[in-house]
């Protein structure tokens, strides 16, 4: 007898719940990946019998994907505490393996689903889990099972070309421009594409840079430090509606011909926030992050990633309550610097 696909026991698990309410917990600040996984999940659901919601903790930073959930009509909810949750029974996680840090979840609710294109550092449980970080997106596994038969996509509905243009712009974005993407990626683009709403696209995916985001870029690169191929920098204090922008001036930074990894890190209101990226095939993201930063008390990573990016965020604690600002950076570049040294040793110097 031969093994479940994954289409197959991802169906199998939704239809054990129908009639049960579910929310589709997106960690961090949604972007488009998770945004469009978030909608596939929930056209299955719906497909399925099973009564599902977006939620999301961290407010849309980033003025791509606040016009993505404006133009497509995203209902997401966001919480604020856990009472927010206390209505449902059952917990979806796409485009990530843990669940929001910054919030508790009610003890009651349940791990149903984890969908992801990233590596987990340790065992997860599950009804059902699928993790790809062969693929470029998220996104690309969702295309997957709505091609396979489960809740397929048609150009009669108006929901489902919603749906697919999210799925199409966060494979997209995840593989940067598909310069990225491996073939099955490219195979789950060009059947959304097929039923996605272009001139849309075209408006979601229109790059504009605000004038925020161009200020933490010139701090970016006026406290930019080049250690052989290695660049760090620190951008001070960033607005949590601007903390993408912390992830845009890595991205930019990269691009200098003598540079093949990056550190870019600010503080985002009770911590430091920071990215990673890299075009150089010795660099793992997430050994790297983790080898600098370690685990907090609960075994939990302050930074992961993938093969070319990665992020971390280390809580202030009490210190985040210090009015001396000035000092407050000095300390954290310090903490950011001594983490770095673990791997870069020559930044100590």
């Known amino acids: 007898m031969e093994p479940k696909s994954p289409r197959d026991t991802l169906e199998e698990v939704l239809r054990s719940v ?3 309410p579910l929310v589709i917990l997106i960690s961090g600040h949604p972007d488009p990946d998770a945004i469009g996984s978030a909608m596939a999940h929930q056209r299955i659901c719906e497909f399925l019998g099973v009564p599902a919601t977006i939620a999301h903790v961290l407010p849309l930073s980033h003025r791509e994907n606040r016009a993505l959930v404006k133009l497509l009509h995203v209902d997401m909810l966001q919480v604020t505490s856990r009472d927010d949750l206390a209505r ?3 917990l979806s996680l796409v485009d990530t393996h843990t669940h929001e840090p910054s919030i508790e979840l009610p003890a009651d609710l349940k791990l149903l689903s984890v969908v992801d294109h990233h590596r987990s ?3 997860i449980s599950a009804p059902f889990i699928e993790m790809r970080p062969d693929i470029g997106a998220t996104c690309t596994l969702y295309t997957g099972y709505l091609q396979q038969g489960l809740a397929p996509l048609s150009s009669e509905r108006r929901e489902d070309i919603r749906v697919a243009t999210a799925l199409v712009f966060g494979i997209q974005t995840d593989t940067d421009d598909f310069s990225l993407a491996t073939p099955t990626d490219f195979l789950a683009a060009a059947y959304a594409k097929a039923y996605c709403d272009t001139d849309l696209l075209a408006r979601v995916g229109r790059r504009t840079m605000g004038a ?3 200020d933490i870029l010139g701090r970016a690169l006026e406290d930019l430090r080049v250690v052989r ?3 760090f920098a620190g951008v001070g204090f960033v607005p949590a509606g601007d903390r993408d922008s912390i992830a845009t001036a890595a991205d930019f930074i990269l691009r200098r011909e003598d540079i093949d990894t990056v550190v870019v890190y600010g503080i985002v209101e009770d911590r430091i926030d920071g990215s990673l990226r890299t075009r150089s095939a010795a660099i ?3 050994n790297f992050l983790q080898t600098a930063f370690g685990k907090d008390r609960a075994g939990r990573p302050y930074g992961g990633g993938r093969a070319d990016k990665g992020g971390f965020q280390i809580p202030l604690g009490m210190l985040a309550e210090c009015e001396d ?3 407050l950076w000095r300390i954290s570049q310090q903490v950011v610097r001594s983490a770095i040294a673990k791997v870069i040793p020559e930044i100590a110097k």
């Open 18 to 20: 129908q009639g049960e």
């Open 88 to 90: 449902f029974k059952y």
């Open 121 to 123: 550092p340790r065992p």
């Open 212 to 214: 925020s985001t161009m």
């Open 229 to 231: 191929d290695f660049a």
């Open 284 to 286: 793992d993201p997430a």
């Open 325 to 327: 600002t000035e000092a």
